[in-house]
């Protein structure tokens, strides 16, 4: 028994040596936002058990199925008489409820840091913005009114509040950037919340992580994260150019909604080829097919303000689509 | 049995016919056993359609329409018409030779529920052939997605899991009912084989939860408009359109979903408790203790279920209950685990076929579990929840543990049921390439999902995920060609295994006292019971009678 005692200890320690180097790599990818970070933290505190445990069950195994195989012992010669043993029942049984213990109450530790905003720096207002999930691309609303299509744009080192939901007449999404902070469901009839800040500027990746139909694996999301500055200059500059007919919009919407079914010069996939189509050319019929559908095609534009069906013709006059 | 035979009209004497009848607890078992493998194959190899479309990024082996439906069709298939009939089929089999009894309490209700289980299963797979093709949206069909889909899969889908209920309930009420009143002198309580409490509580959990999941499946059938006669039926439950709430199904579907995971993972918890004694010449360690687990974990389980809605933004503290219940199931679990390999401890361990596959859910059970841990925490399934982390969680605990305490069970029982054992050196290849081509397909997935590939995409574009798919790929197809090897030993040993008398495995439950195969009304006389290893109990005593002592 003793012997046994200093081989379960043996096993948790080796884990616990072996453990750190090795935990980092079986991890949540390398968080950018302090969200992210405390999601992290909480996954490599539990590793530590679960190796701990593993190694444990595990290396028990092996050694019992090791020492205890049948060897020269005849056939059907009976193992020790045991049925079992009371004291050890409730070590086991208590033991877990101590890790579990231990386990969450470092979750609840860390979780205001995983869930709450930071306050926005004194003078300056908390940037929000409306990520809206549908079939098949995601639409940010800027404060100012600025819609994007797929592509985020926020300012490095503030914290950024996301309203996610999705129109009354979609299906359910889920928004989720793996370096920026856990998901959250985009559900149609609910609005859900989740935030980021991101020190480092760069292009953080994801994308949406419930079923929501064919496209639901073309259905990619990236923030960009640029300098304060660089991020005010780029909100001002859409918000001129979509009073006008705004082509990056336009091109955004092509990409993100037309071309994910369609192609991405009009070819043809899972929709219809659609380039030379007379609708392209012709805003009227555009908007109508973009608001309402037809047929099997969803009403993707269903909600869209006028200019957002001008971006699109904007920019499909600009650049009519090849075919090929 | 002169007698009997006269009595049965001659048309259901001859070879088919004799089983279409059935209304033998053992025939209806094999018969619910060999339906679920011919589907464990089918949906098996959907799977490995899927592996090859994943294989590579940006593949285009199948269409995205063809993709989700065949990952819809394949979890469907292994959740309801794999895992839980060929547990029903171990129990239908086992549980009246295991109590010594001479058949189920209703054995005509249960001919009915397998063959409401046929028709079911059948309805599931010829929806491919359906206007629209199979149901693709996935297993668990959240509105208001599975309202708009277009076709009649999806009421296909729904109409199986509706027959497929029916049948299944109708097995738990049998079990219930023989469990509580046709045991054995003899056989109290604590004197009932681990694996009949383990049927016990499959049967409660099923009447508690089946008829959660016909009510949700009925209101989103609604949802989706029926027409009645002259009437047109078309309601709102999950329609946020019109004020329904999406959520709500969510709710209801994994306050079934959750315990179904506990109805398929019991038995075969018993199963494990059955076959590692024997093969370690041990009483299994802690006998109360694992019946206890196994009603803990059969009441908790009814009471975690939105652990799988952490990402559709509960309260936190809502969201905290969750993880407390949660966590509070791995005790239980853990208890039986500790149990098992107690169980070793100090054995005279023979590495038979089934032991094999029983230290083989052993230690792959224990990595699923694991696994769950962290699942369980909400902040960090805020991260995970439907990954491929996810995706390899719940392969570990039903194809790691479930899979492979079935492929104990069925090399452990096969003598008893067909009186010829399957060849072992073919079982052992089986073995060793089932659990190889296992953790090659599914560990990788585990790191595929925290890099944030998400379940259920047909394709992808990021080729930094080429390798763990391409990983999880091979070791599915190896995974194909251990059960190929089954496949062989079956038809190999169909007429050539070789017969090995009553007690092969010298066991310690009633159903090895009857003689193998076992015949119609089982046993002529049954052994009054003085302890749970009542086989082990009669050795003793006729070795006691010879005069030989009990080895020191």
Redesign the interface.
């Known amino acids: 028994m003793r012997r046994l005692l200093a081989l379960a200890a043996g096993l948790v320690l080796l884990a616990a040596i072996v453990a750190p180097s090795a935990l980092a790599q079986f991890a949540p990818v390398a968080p950018e936002s302090p969200n992210a970070e405390g999601i992290r933290d909480s996954y490599l505190f539990i590793s530590i058990f679960v190796f701990a445990i593993f190694a444990l069950v595990e290396g028990l195994l092996i050694a019992f199925i090791w020492k205890y195989r049948r060897q020269k012992r005849p056939r059907f010669e009976d193992g020790a008489p045991i049925h079992g043993a009371t004291k050890l029942e409730l070590a086991w049984t208590a033991g877990p409820v101590v890790v579990l213990f231990f386990i969450a109450a470092f979750v609840f530790i860390e979780l205001p840091g995983i869930k709450d905003v930071p306050e926005a720096a004194a003078g300056e207002q908390q940037l929000e913005i409306k990520v809206t999930g549908r079939q098949f691309y995601w639409q940010y609303e800027y404060p100012n009114g600025v819609i994007a299509i797929d592509t985020m744009v926020a300012p490095a080192g503030e914290p950024v509040s996301l309203e996610v939901t999705a129109p009354d007449t979609d299906v359910i999404h889920s928004w989720w950037i793996p370096s920026l902070g856990g998901k959250i469901d985009a559900i149609p009839g609910t609005t859900n919340a989740t935030w980021f800040q991101a020190e480092n500027e760069g292009t953080y990746t994801g994308q949406c992580a419930e079923l929501c139909g064919l496209e639901h694996a073309r259905m990619l999301a990236s923030v960009e994260i640029v300098s304060t500055e660089e991020f005010e200059a780029w909100l001002e500059q859409r918000r001129a150019e979509q009073d006008t007919g705004s082509v990056a919009l336009g091109k955004e919407e092509w990409e993100g909604v037309c071309a994910k079914c369609h192609g991405m010069s009009g070819e043809g996939g899972i929709g219809p080829r659609i380039a030379g189509s007379p609708t392209l050319t012709d805003p009227e019929a555009l908007a109508n097919i973009v608001r309402n559908g037809r047929r099997t095609m969803p009403a993707v534009g269903s909600g869209w303000t006028d200019e957002q069906v001008e971006a699109l013709a904007a920019y499909l006059k600009e650049n009519p689509p090849s075919g090929s | 049995m002169a007698a009997r035979a006269e009595t049965v009209p001659a048309w259901q004497r001859g070879k088919v016919a004799s089983w279409l009848v059935t209304t033998d607890h053992k025939r209806i078992g094999i018969l619910y056993i060999s339906t679920s493998l011919v589907f464990f194959i089918l949906a098996g190899l959907m799977a490995l359609v899927v592996r090859l479309q994943l294989a590579q990024a940006n593949a285009d082996i199948v ?3 063809r993709y ?1 439906e065949l990952v819809t069709i394949h979890g469907t298939s292994m959740v309801f018409l794999v895992g839980v009939p060929i547990l029903a089929g171990f129990a239908n089999f086992l549980v009246p030779l295991m109590i010594g009894a001479r058949d189920v309490a209703f054995p005509r209700l249960n001919a009915l529920s397998y063959w409401m289980f046929a028709l079911g299963g059948a309805v599931l797979m010829l929806s491919f052939f359906a206007d629209g093709g199979a149901a693709d ?2 297993w668990t069909a ?1 509105p ?2 599975s309202i ?1 889909a ?1 076709g009649n899969g999806q009421d296909l889908w729904i109409l199986s899991l509706h027959i497929l209920t029916v049948s299944t309930v109708a097995g738990a009420v049998n079990f219930i009912v023989t469990i509580h009143n046709m045991r054995t002198r003899g056989m109290s309580w604590t004197r009932m084989p681990l694996f009949v409490w383990s049927v016990l509580l499959y049967g409660w959990l099923i009447m508690a939860v089946m008829p959660v999941l016909a009510a949700a499946l009925t209101m989103l059938l609604l949802d989706r408009g029926v027409s009645i006669g002259p009437w047109d039926v078309q309601t709102d439950f999950f329609n ?2 019109a ?5 709500l199904y969510q709710h209801a579907f994994w306050f079934f979903g959750h315990p179904e995971v506990y109805i398929i993972v019991l038995p075969a918890f018993g199963m494990i408790s059955e076959v590692l004694p024997v093969f ?4 299994v ?5 694992i019946v206890a687990s196994t009603v803990a974990i059969g009441f908790f389980s009814m009471l975690v279920w939105a652990h799988h809605l952490f ?3 509960l309260p ?1 503290p809502l969201q ?1 209950y969750f ?2 219940a949660s ?2 199931i ?2 239980p679990t ?2 039986k ?3 098992w ?2 169980t ?8 038979d076929t089934p032991m094999l596959y029983a ?1 083989g859910f ?2 792959l059970f ?2 699923g579990g ?2 769950g ?2 699942l369980a ?11 491929y982390f996810v995706v390899a969680h719940f392969h570990y605990t039903l194809l790691g543990g479930v899979v492979f305490a079935i492929f104990a069970g069925l090399f452990y029982w096969w003598p008893k049921m067909f009186g010829r054992t399957l060849n072992e050196k073919l079982g052992k290849w089986q073995f060793w390439l089932l659990f190889i081509g296992f953790n090659v397909a599914f560990m990788p997935q ?2 595929a999902g ?3 590939m ?9 080729e930094s995920w080429e390798g763990y798919n391409l990983a999880s790929t091979i070791g599915s197809y190896v995974m194909a060609v251990a059960i190929l090897l089954f496949a062989v030993n079956v038809l190999k040993t169909r007429r050539s295994g070789p017969r090995v008398g009553n007690d092969p495995w ?1 066991a310690d439950t009633l159903e090895w006292y009857a003689t193998s195969p076992p015949p119609p009304h089982n046993f002529d006389e049954v052994p009054y019971v003085t302890s749970a290893r009542p086989l082990n109990d009669l050795r003793r005593r006729l070795r006691e009678q010879r005069g030989e002592r009990a ?1 020191a």
């Open positions: 269409s995205p329409e989700n949206t996935g959240y208001p997605l708009q277009p946020p359109e004020g329904g709430s999406a959520v370690a010449r041990k009483p360690f802690g006998y109360k203790a990402t559709v933004g936190i905290a993880m407390i966590m509070i791995a005790v853990g208890m685990i500790f149990n390999l107690a070793l401890w100090r054995g005279n361990i023979s590495f230290l052993l230690s224990v990595i694991l696994t841990i962290y925490a909400f902040p960090i399934d805020w991260q995970v929840h439907d990954s585990h790191f925290l890099e944030g998400p379940r259920r995409i047909y394709t992808y574009a990021d010298q080895p």
